[in-house]
């Protein structure tokens, strides 16, 4: 049984890449193709949330301090490829199973069906995500990076349009240039420490001289760079709204994970090397400087969008500048926040997104000036389907019957808006929350007043900019009456979308847990010994 569970590393990656193959050869059979599709996510769900209860402290004999490692092929280091599995890899891919699980179910009810390479494309974009929380060395990071990134091209224009084509050419004009960044990065560390193995990199940078130590400091410095445009972060963002309020609204809901992917990166190597030598580090004052002004690009846009697909788009700007912000104070306190800041914004933006999908239908009906529709009463009911209440009528009751989808609509969206902009009761304040809180009182003094305070007022001002902007979008959607009818909504979209909420709730009712979670996970970030040692006594490499 231990090595069976010992196996299951592998599954996340080798599972969507056999499904994927195997899905281009069945074109012309779509029921085949969906049961093969969801039965991958399926089994990579069940994988992942197998992980993260084996890297908790109730199964402490089956890992090292919740550290868990594969040898491919049981190939020694530096030639082997190694995946690794700890606390924070096992939430990454429960976050990755349940909102692939969420946008595959929901594609079903249209878009699988404008190109049959669709669930393909979907399934190499999980393996690359998977691969990239697991993988243990940077060249294979870099290789994980690359094939989401083709996946994520073809699913950007799935669809078609001239739009999709636009946002589309600066998606991949900025992503390939961060590659090549990545690229030079991490041939300038191996020319230099001679390895690429993550584990084996804070011995190396240990033995090198200053004038080798300074030049790695440089290929660190690239590799953050490329982590920061991957992730979104100004100035070279600029891609990012128009691409994902362009990108249909399944891949949309991916896509605002995808972003998180530069911040586990970011936060994984950073650690890694600040364990080793802090100068080398690029988690330091100038990833506060980057987020910052990303957070005031994501506000400003936030204000600025009309489009609600264009406000969700910046809030994930925003979200990802917080999280570099905070990471730049270079508090450990912080680490744990962040990981739930990081895990409740991107389920949250997610489901907005299949959420504006499915609230763009009540638009439908072509705008009317003022003069040319019926009394206001009037319009008011006819927009929900119904007709108006005669006042004399023993029978006709004064006021609204709100269709389901109408309620389904508005609570989702209430729900959404208060994810992301931080209020209670749920998840999205308990983050925000435990971010300020982490902040101030002693800490602050530890990060430095003026850059703590900074952080606390771009916390506040960022969630009243996007509760404004939701706000207003909220009326034009839901009050506008003149534009406005009643959509019709399928259950298989409408339960993917309820499914994120839901997880949204299931942090914020089982907050003391996931909390001490996160504080472990944080606690092996900021010192990865364990980490070290388990990979080396795997793999071979000196710690």
């Not at 779509?30 to 069940?46: D, E, F, H, N, T």
């Not at 390939?176 to 991490?186: K, P, W």
């Not at 309020?245 to 950073?270: D, H, W």
């Not at 034009?476 to 259950?491: E, I, K, N, Y």
């Amino acid at each position: 049984m231990t090595a069976l569970l010992h196996h299951l590393l592998i599954v996340p990656v080798l599972v969507p890449l056999v499904a994927g193959a195997s899905l281009l050869f069945l074109a012309e059979q779509r029921r085949a193709r969906i049961a093969l599709a969801v039965g991958s996510v399926l089994v990579q769900a069940v994988a992942a949330g197998t992980l993260l209860y084996l890297t908790t402290d109730a199964m402490p004999h089956m890992w090292t301090e919740g550290v868990g490692v594969y040898a491919l092929g049981a190939w020694p280091a530096p030639f082997g490829i190694v995946f690794v599995v700890d606390r924070l890899a096992a939430l990454m891919l429960v976050l990755t199973a349940l909102i692939g699980l969420a946008a595959l179910v929901y594609s079903l009810a249209y878009w699988d069906r404008v190109a049959p390479a669709f669930h393909s494309m979907l399934q190499f974009l999980l393996m690359g995500l998977n691969g990239a929380f697991l993988t243990g060395d940077l060249f294979n990071l870099f290789v994980f990076f690359e094939v989401l990134l083709a996946a994520s091209y073809g699913l950007l224009l799935h669809g078609a349009g001239s739009v999709r084509v636009k946002a589309s050419l600066h998606y991949v004009t900025v992503n390939l240039l961060a590659s090549f960044l990545f690229l030079v990065g991490i041939a300038m560390v191996y020319g230099i420490t001679g390895t690429l193995n993550m584990a084996d990199l804070p011995a190396r940078i240990s033995q090198l001289d200053p004038g080798d130590r300074a030049l790695f400091g440089s290929g660190a410095a690239i590799l953050g760079g490329a982590f920061l445009v991957k992730a979104g972060v100004w100035p070279l963002n600029f891609w990012l709204p128009a691409a994902y309020t362009a990108a249909s609204s399944p891949v949309g809901a991916l896509f605002a994970l995808m972003t998180k992917v530069g911040v586990y990166a970011a936060l994984r190597i950073g650690t890694l090397l600040s364990s080793a030598d802090v100068e080398t580090s690029f988690i330091d004052v100038g990833l506060f400087y980057g987020g910052a002004a990303t957070v005031a690009y994501g506000t400003i846009g936030t204000l600025s969008a009309h489009q609600l697909g264009r406000v969700v788009s910046f809030s994930v700007v925003t979200s990802t500048g917080l999280m570099f912000m905070a990471l730049g104070l270079r508090l450990q306190s912080l680490t744990a926040p962040v990981l739930l800041y990081l895990a409740s914004s991107a389920l949250a933006t997610s489901a907005f997104f299949m959420l504006n999908g499915l609230a763009q239908r009540t638009r439908n009906v072509p705008m009317r000036e003022a003069a040319d529709v019926a009394p206001m009463p009037d319009v008011i009911y006819h927009g929900f389907g119904v007709g108006p209440p005669d006042p004399l009528s023993p029978t006709d009751e004064v006021g609204v019957a709100i269709p389901a989808a109408m309620a389904f609509l508005g609570m989702a969206f209430v729900c959404c808006v208060l994810l992301i902009v931080g209020l209670p009761p749920l998840s999205g304040f308990l983050a925000k929350f435990a971010l300020l809180r982490a902040t101030a009182g002693p800490n602050l003094l530890a990060a430095g007043a003026p850059y703590g305070a900074a952080f606390c007022a771009a916390v506040v001002v960022s969630g009243m900019a996007a509760l404004v902007a939701f706000t207003r979008s909220g009326l034009r959607l839901f009050w506008t009456v003149s534009a406005q009818r009643t959509p019709r909504l399928r259950m298989i979209e409408v339960a993917p979308t309820s499914l994120l909420i839901l997880a949204c709730l299931v942090l914020t009712v089982a907050a003391a847990p996931v909390m001490t979670y996160l504080d472990s996970a944080a606690r092996s970030l900021h010192a990865p010994e364990v980490y070290v040692r388990v990979v080396a006594e795997t793999t071979g490499v000196l710690p």
